[in-house]
């Protein structure tokens, strides 16, 4: 909220009449109650002769494409001469008689702009009439300049030909206060102000219950009308319309031409707010000053009683704005007998609009439901300084107090009745009561607090506190705390720790870091997580966070069978992308989603990896079965509720994906590039289940989209059964990816993936004794021939059962295939280490073993020795 320091001071000072800081000190006292700013910034300086003048006459000049005029001013003494000041201007805004602000040759304006004699349209023009935004009091043109009323020039006790510094109270900063969400009584002046009177420990006077505090002039708060005559319009506010209290005053016979005083614009303008006419400026300065949003309507447009309701859905308005907006059935309006009139909260309708033939005024203030406020706003993507004050919530107990000052300003300023009584419906809603102990934020912050600090820094806010005589073990008092009608944000105990923590200074709460308790470190599932992700990045893969959301729309592309589990998906029903709305039950839309970019911005060698959790609701449930309850938070859930809870949960295993493009090795002196292809997919896996402690085995998969039938393995884990054995399933699949597919989701060909599931693999907690061989070890090397058909993982596991525990690792190196094989079969050639724990291994034991593991391989795949002449 932008708002000057000196309107700020000039409340204060009210009840502290001495009282001045430096705007560093005034930022520093926003920080010090928790209030940040965005900067503050001095009005610019303005150096030279900036006087006040008097319109004498004004000569309008012809032939012209604008219209021009040439006015004669007074500025008395400041010119040196006494004789009028003659400047070309081309605003239309004063007459003859009114007040201006000169800057006369010599002055240099904000922005370097220097002021001198020069000629132009066909005149010497010796000087400039000033507007807001040249003298640096707006940030955006106003339609005009600067008028002054003779009650301006008393008020300030300046004359004609005197510096104009002082009436336009250009020695001032402007603070931008970032007020954070659940502080709404903050966006005005009255919240502001009081949270400077607790950071420098200053009395504070309400300006809503004491209209001197609000440091109006005393011509406009002396004897203000009373409002306890009866209704003054007939008035209906539905339930459903959830308007806690809404009221009216009208002021009849107001001069339509009449302008704000400039005090008033003044403040407006410094808080981002353009003058437009003295019925929406005094609205505008009364929200602004206390917080509470209103609305003037031109009543002789008013027809029959006002209704608060709720739109039927489809109905037309044109809002202040000039936009017609069609209108929701949950959207909150307020209507005549010609329909409606305003969008409540937000924004007033044009039909009803204050002009420049206004004469009678219907003033509305209301209090709101945060909820449907925000709703609405977000709902036409339309908000104003109003509805930002209603989305935070409002003090419902100013709506009558600032009716009263609105009236009586709007009488002051622009002449006018105010018609005695007003229409109130609803009442202010009572605040809850809070019981706690006074010791309570001495507890939380871990210091000792003088007895009484709570309860006199509750009531500091606003706060009724009574004592109930009870105490706890430790002789602290417990209290009952009522929160002020304008801090609904108070609502727990915790609620008012943090405001007596925030008055005594959280800067003076010792940071002390607490000890960590002793523990085993990270559990043998997050050992797992971590040596996966270390290991794929020393093989040379990228890591990324897949997204959990995934295209609508992917499963189609892939071609998947409408009944495979992988479509049963969980749809999200706010989403942040309409077309992201599913939450994957696989990563490897995400993966191919980060592919297609990277190639897409001319990376084409890529290797990617990432560790996420995916979503697998349960398929035998019924669609309404998967959907979470809604448990009351009004209470703590009773344990069948919170098993309930917790079983419509969906299962959210660990997945690793992996998915490579381009060539896995770079054309260089070394040699031609190398493709990735299905065997570094597999190869990938096998760095998974090694870095997991876990002996992986593959086969081939049959038809399993997104891969490619012929160039895909399944990928089995052990996992115990009952008693010693060992079951293997299926834990995840890797190889080439379909062709289809790749140019479906437009990634390129032979692009090989890899995903498993890492929770569905068996990891114990154990700690094994290294067993190391100080014996050297014996080499050899087996060439078998099998059928093309055969796997090479099934004959490796052959050789390794029948070579018994001398076999330290076997390691395949060579495919070979030849006619002399024989037709449809192909060579596997391994190299076999022997090592023994206890001894020399000779030879002749290597090549026993050797023999074993050929005759089980014989056995159990039909493999034979192959002859090497």
């Known amino acids: 909220m932008l708002i000057s320091q000196a309107w700020l001071t000039r409340i204060l000072r009210t009840a502290n009449p001495s009282w001045s800081v430096s705007a560093e000190d005034f930022d520093a006292g926003f920080v010090r109650v928790g ?101 640096g009091l707006a940030k955006v043109q106003n339609p005009g300049i600067m008028t002054f ?22 020695a001032d900063t402007v603070f931008d206060v970032n007020v954070t969400p659940d502080r709404g009584y903050a966006l005005s002046a009255r919240g502001l102000a009081r949270e400077l009177a607790h950071s420098f420990e200053l009395q504070f006077r309400d300006p809503s219950t004491d209209p001197a505090a609000a440091a109006l002039p005393d011509a406009l708060i002396a004897g203000l009308p009373s409002a306890d005559a009866g209704e003054v319009h007939d008035l209906s506010v539905a339930e459903d319309a959830k308007c806690a209290i809404f009221g009216l005053r009208k002021v009849e016979g107001i001069d339509p031409t009449a302008q704000s005083p400039f005090w008033l614009q003044r403040e407006l303008m410094l808080c981002g707010q353009r003058p437009i006419n003295a019925a929406t400026d005094v609205t505008n300065y009364v929200m602004f000053l206390l917080g509470q949003p209103m609305h003037a309507f031109d ?45 409540a909260g937000v924004m007033g ?3 009803s609009e204050v002009s420049e033939e206004t004469t009678t005024v219907l003033f509305e203030a209301a209090h709101w439901d945060q909820i449907t406020v925000a709703r609405t706003c977000r709902r036409h993507k339309l908000s104003s300084e109003a509805s930002r004050r209603f989305e935070r919530g409002t003090d419902p107990a100013l709506v009558a107090e600032a009716l009263d000052l609105a009236v009586a300003l709007l009488s002051r300023i622009a002449g006018g009745r105010v018609v005695a009584g007003s ?94 308790p002793a523990g085993r470190g990270l559990s043998p599932r997050q050992r797992m997580r971590r040596s996966v992700g270390h290991a794929l990045a020393w093989a040379g893969y990228a890591e990324i966070l897949p997204s959990p959301f995934i295209a609508n729309d992917v499963f189609d592309v892939w071609g998947l069978d409408p009944e495979d589990p992988r479509r049963t998906a969980v749809r999200v029903l706010n989403p942040l992308e309409n077309d992201y709305a599913t939450i994957g039950t696989t990563l490897l839309p995400s993966m191919i989603d980060s592919l297609r970019r990277n190639v897409a911005r001319g990376q084409r060698d890529v290797a990617l990896y990432g560790v996420e959790q995916v979503c697998l609701p349960d398929a035998a449930k019924r669609a309404e079965e998967r959907i979470s309850p809604m448990l009351d938070v009004t209470r703590r859930p009773e344990a069948e509720e919170l098993s309930g809870l917790l079983g419509s949960l969906p299962a959210q295993p660990l997945h690793v994906a992996v998915i ?121 090397d087996v060439a078998v021939v099998v059928d093309a058909t055969t796997p090479a993982a099934a004959v490796t596991e052959a050789l390794r059962g029948g070579a018994g525990p001398l076999l330290e690792d076997i390691r395949l190196f060579d495919v070979y295939t030849a006619e002399s094989l024989g037709e449809g079969k192909r060579s596997l050639t391994f190299s076999l280490r022997f090592r023994a724990l206890d001894r020399t291994l000779t030879e002749e034991e290597a090549s026993a073993a050797r023999e074993a593991a050929v005759a089980a391989a014989e056995r159990e795949v039909g493999a034979t020795l192959r002859a090497v002449s």
């Open 349 to 351: 309708g044009s039909t």
């Open 660 to 780: 490579t493009s381009g060539s896995r090795q770079l054309q260089g002196t070394w040699g031609p590039a190398i493709p990735f292809a299905a065997a570094d997919a597999i190869e990938a896996a096998r760095t998974v289940g090694s870095a997991a402690g876990v002996t992986l085995q593959f086969r081939n998969a049959d038809d399993y989209l997104p891969w490619h039938p012929g160039r895909c393995a399944e990928v089995l884990a052990p996992v115990p059964t009952s008693g010693d054995t060992e079951e293997w399933v299926v834990v995840g699949h890797a190889g080439e990816l379909h062709p289809q597919v790749c140019e479906r989701a437009d990634i390129p060909a032979r692009t090989c993936a890899v995903e498993m599931d890492l929770s569905a693999l068996h990891i114990e907690e154990s700690f094994p004794r290294p067993l190391l061989s100080p014996f050297p070890a014996v080499l050899q």
């Open 149 to 170: 009323g003779a009650e301006d020039l008393e008020e300030a006790g300046v004359g004609v030909g005197d510096d104009a510094r002082g009436l336009l109270g250009l």
């Open 299 to 343: 009543a002789d447009k008013i027809t029959g009683p006002l209704r608060v309701h709720r739109a039927e859905g489809g109905e037309k308005l044109v809002t202040l704005d000039g936009v017609e907006r069609t209108l929701d059935a949950e959207d909150v309006v307020i209507s005549d007998d010609s329909g409606i009139q305003s969008l």
């Open 423 to 516: 229409t109130v419906v609803g009442s202010v809603p009572p605040m809850p009561t809070i019981t706690m102990h006074t010791s309570r934020p001495g507890k939380t912050a871990g210091m000792v607090y003088p007895d009484g600090t709570t309860i006199g820094r509750l009531r500091e806010i606003g706060c009724i506190v009574r004592e109930t005589g009870r105490r706890d073990a430790n002789g602290a008092r417990e209290i009952q705390v009522t929160p002020p009608s304008w801090r609904p944000d108070l609502n727990t105990p915790a609620d008012c720790v943090e405001e007596v923590l925030r008055l005594q200074g959280l800067e003076n709460i010792p940071s002390i870091v607490p000890t960590a």
């Open 35 to 135: 209030f940040e700013t965005e900067g503050y910034e001095a009005i610019p300086e303005t150096t030279g002769p900036l006087v006040l003048g008097r319109v004498e006459h004004i000569e309008e000049l012809e032939g012209f494409k604008k219209p021009i005029r040439y006015c004669g001013v007074n500025v008395g003494q400041a010119n040196g001469t006494g004789e009028l000041q003659h400047i070309v201007c081309g605003a239309r805004n004063f007459a003859e008689g009114d007040y201006v602000v000169v800057s006369l040759p010599g002055a240099v304006l904000p922005g370097d702009f220097r002021i001198s004699a020069r000629k132009t349209y066909g005149k010497v023009s010796e000087g400039m009439i000033c507007s807001a935004m040249e003298v």
